[in-house]
């Protein structure tokens, strides 16, 4: 037992080193995201964001196929060879090129399915440059991630961001239109790429084998299906706002989208990125992995109710300080989309405990289901789609996500489910992992209501908001003495000194 000790506070201390890097990566990048995002969304017209949004929801698909799912396989797998990441390497490439030209000759296609608006044809064949420079940094972010070392990830993201950010800016102020969107998405895959070669110091091999794909097909062929359906499930909702309502308002709800993805992939991301390995290295004592789970399961809900439940109630100061009114139609969009985002973070949680063990077939079976779910209910609210009123403008799509969110709560039930059964652990005992967080946070939200119902500047309520809410939350979990709480403070200290 005493030998053991050692390799577990090690794996502890890479673990809090990932969520730190990990966390400085997610807040850094949106950070950085935002700022050129509030300049752009302020220099450009709904329309042009449309019309990106449009070409992005093509590019999803694209990358989905390129990546194969062997990311996903490499992670799982406890020691894979070089000759493994640079098999995977070069597919992604291959693929990406094959499919850069088939979507290149495809782009009328893709105009027409948007009322024939010919803007999209040079953007969509712009756009979709940024799938090879994507793929070939897919295996270098795989290894640092497998090495729980994100460090030069952080910094790559970073960089990358912020000259895609002076590149868009700077062309949107000089009056490129929506071009300013495509360069800044261009710049930013280039960049990240080219960091990763220098950072990571990895050479691949100058070989190739089938034999080595071929192994990751189990669990890499059962990811991709999953992350086709996801593509579909999180994009079908912006092909359909498009298709039947036009760019204006898919560019309102590509506002809405894009906000609130701030927030709910990136703590998603965070959680894969943080969790995954250290739930891989403990597949095979399943003791010690349900422990995790449970840890895991706290720690997602501390940082989730607060930051999704808050985003919610700020949502009306955050767009006025931001736009000022020019992106309101957006706004309860944004706010129904964080509570679907609720259930996709926990869905995704115990995906990836389903991952690390190794069950990718159940992963593609709750796909499957979930998106089953979903499509059932958009059937049931597309008819009701292009209802509009003076006084909500976005109803037909505001109707749309309460369908999805009742589909992403039934989901979420069954993945539920799963993930105890494949875990030996109760479902009330994960159910308990989330409640005291809960709790707390619906404790603090009448008070943040009632602020947001001030006659104040849009800044000066957004600043209370913050403030009284992250400072009573602190406290609250400080007199009830929360584990979680104790031991991030207690890692930023060991850090500090």
Same mark, same amino acid.
């Given at each position: 037992?005493?030998?053991?000790?050692?390799?577990?506070?090690?794996?502890?201390?890479?673990?809090?080193?990932?969520?730190?890097?990990? !966390?400085?990566?997610?807040?850094?990048?949106?950070?950085?995201?935002?700022?050129?995002?509030?300049?752009? !969304?302020?220099?450009?017209?709904?329309?042009?964001?449309?019309?990106?949004?449009?070409?992005?929801?093509?590019?999803?698909?694209?990358?989905?196929?390129?990546?194969?799912?062997?990311?996903?396989?490499?992670?799982? *797998?406890?020691?894979?060879?070089?000759?493994?990441?640079?098999?995977?390497?070069?597919?992604?490439?291959?693929?990406?090129?094959?499919?850069?030209?088939?979507?290149?000759?495809?782009?009328?296609?893709?105009?027409?399915?948007?009322? #024939?608006?010919? *803007?999209?044809?040079?953007?969509? *064949?712009?756009?979709?440059?940024? @799938?090879?420079?994507?793929?070939?940094?897919?295996?270098?972010?795989?290894?640092?991630?497998?090495?729980?070392?994100?460090?030069?990830?952080?910094?790559?993201?970073?960089?990358?961001?912020?000259?895609?950010?002076?590149?868009?800016?700077?062309?949107?102020?000089?009056?490129?239109?929506?071009?300013?969107?495509?360069?800044?998405?261009?710049?930013?895959?280039?960049? %990240?790429?080219?960091?990763?070669?220098?950072?990571?110091?990895?050479?691949?091999?100058?070989?190739?084998?089938?034999?080595?794909?071929?192994?990751?097909?189990?669990?890499?062929?059962? @990811?991709?299906?999953?992350?086709?359906?996801?593509?579909?499930?999180?994009?079908?909702?912006?092909?359909?706002?498009?298709?039947?309502?036009?760019?204006?308002?898919?560019?309102?709800?590509?506002?809405?989208?894009?906000?609130?993805?701030?927030?709910?992939?990136?703590?998603?991301?965070?959680?894969?990125?943080?969790?995954?390995?250290?739930?891989?290295?403990?597949?095979?004592?399943?003791?010690?992995?349900?422990?995790?789970?449970?840890?895991?399961?706290?720690?997602?809900?501390?940082?989730?109710?607060?930051? @999704?439940?808050?985003?919610?109630?700020?949502?009306?100061?955050?767009? #006025?300080?931001?736009?000022?009114? %020019?992106?309101?139609?957006?706004?309860?969009?944004?706010?129904?989309?964080?509570?679907?985002?609720?259930?996709?973070?926990?869905?995704?949680?115990?995906?990836?405990?389903?991952?690390?063990?190794?069950?990718?077939?159940?992963?593609?079976?709750?796909?499957?289901?979930?998106?089953?779910?979903?499509?059932?209910?958009?059937?049931?609210?597309?008819?009701?789609?292009?209802?509009?009123?003076? *006084?909500?403008?976005?109803?037909?799509?505001?109707?749309?996500?309460?369908?999805?969110?009742?589909?992403?709560?039934?989901?979420?039930?069954?993945?539920?489910?799963?993930?105890?059964?494949?875990?030996?652990?109760?479902?009330?005992?994960?159910?308990?992992?989330?409640?005291?967080?809960?709790?707390?946070?619906?404790?603090?939200?009448?008070?943040?209501?009632?602020?947001?119902?001030?006659?104040? #500047?849009?800044?000066?309520?957004?600043? !209370?908001?913050?403030?009284?809410?992250?400072?009573?939350?602190?406290?609250?979990?400080?007199?009830?003495?929360?584990?979680?709480?104790?031991?991030?403070?207690?890692?930023?200290?060991?850090?500090?000194?």
């Amino acid at each position: 037992m005493a030998a053991e000790k050692p390799k577990t506070e090690n794996l502890k201390w890479l673990t809090a080193r990932s969520v730190k890097w990990s !966390a400085i990566d997610r807040f850094a990048s949106q950070a950085l995201y935002a700022v050129t995002g509030i300049v752009l !969304a302020n220099l450009l017209t709904p329309d042009e964001f449309g019309l990106v949004g449009a070409a992005l929801i093509f590019q999803a698909f694209a990358a989905i196929i390129v990546d194969s799912g062997f990311s996903y396989a490499l992670i799982q *797998r406890k020691a894979p060879s070089l000759l493994d990441y640079s098999s995977v390497l070069w597919f992604n490439i291959a693929i990406s090129l094959v499919l850069y030209i088939i979507l290149w000759f495809c782009a009328p296609l893709i105009a027409d399915c948007f009322k #024939h608006d010919m *803007r999209l044809i040079p953007i969509a *064949r712009a756009v979709f440059v940024t @799938m090879p420079l994507n793929a070939s940094a897919i295996v270098q972010i795989n290894q640092l991630t497998k090495q729980m070392n994100l460090r030069p990830v952080t910094v790559a993201n970073i960089s990358s961001l912020f000259i895609g950010g002076i590149i868009g800016i700077a062309m949107a102020i000089a009056g490129f239109g929506v071009w300013a969107i495509v360069a800044q998405s261009i710049a930013n895959s280039a960049f %990240k790429s080219i960091f990763l070669w220098f950072t990571s110091r990895w050479l691949p091999l100058m070989q190739f084998s089938w034999a080595a794909l071929k192994s990751f097909f189990k669990v890499g062929s059962g @990811m991709m299906f999953t992350s086709f359906l996801n593509t579909i499930f999180l994009n079908i909702y912006s092909f359909l706002v498009g298709n039947q309502l036009g760019m204006a308002k898919l560019g309102y709800y590509t506002q809405g989208d894009k906000w609130s993805k701030m927030g709910i992939m990136s703590l998603s991301q965070t959680l894969t990125s943080a969790f995954l390995p250290p739930l891989s290295a403990a597949q095979d004592d399943p003791n010690r992995f349900r422990r995790l789970c449970h840890k895991m399961n706290r720690t997602t809900a501390y940082v989730l109710f607060p930051a @999704m439940i808050g985003l919610y109630l700020m949502a009306t100061p955050i767009f #006025h300080t931001l736009f000022g009114t %020019k992106w309101d139609l957006s706004i309860p969009l944004f706010q129904l989309l964080l509570v679907r985002g609720i259930f996709t973070v926990l869905s995704g949680l115990y995906t990836n405990y389903m991952l690390a063990l190794g069950h990718s077939r159940a992963i593609f079976t709750m796909e499957v289901l979930r998106d089953s779910i979903a499509i059932i209910a958009l059937f049931a609210t597309f008819p009701y789609m292009d209802i509009e009123s003076l *006084r909500f403008p976005v109803l037909g799509i505001e109707i749309m996500l309460y369908g999805q969110i009742l589909a992403a709560v039934i989901a979420f039930i069954f993945h539920l489910i799963w993930a105890c059964r494949l875990c030996s652990a109760s479902i009330w005992s994960f159910i308990r992992d989330n409640l005291p967080y809960l709790a707390i946070t619906a404790c603090i939200a009448p008070l943040l209501v009632w602020l947001g119902g001030l006659s104040w #500047h849009p800044i000066l309520i957004l600043l !209370a908001q913050c403030v009284v809410g992250a400072s009573l939350y602190l406290i609250i979990n400080f007199l009830l003495r929360s584990k979680i709480q104790q031991e991030a403070i207690a890692y930023l200290q060991g850090r500090v000194s």
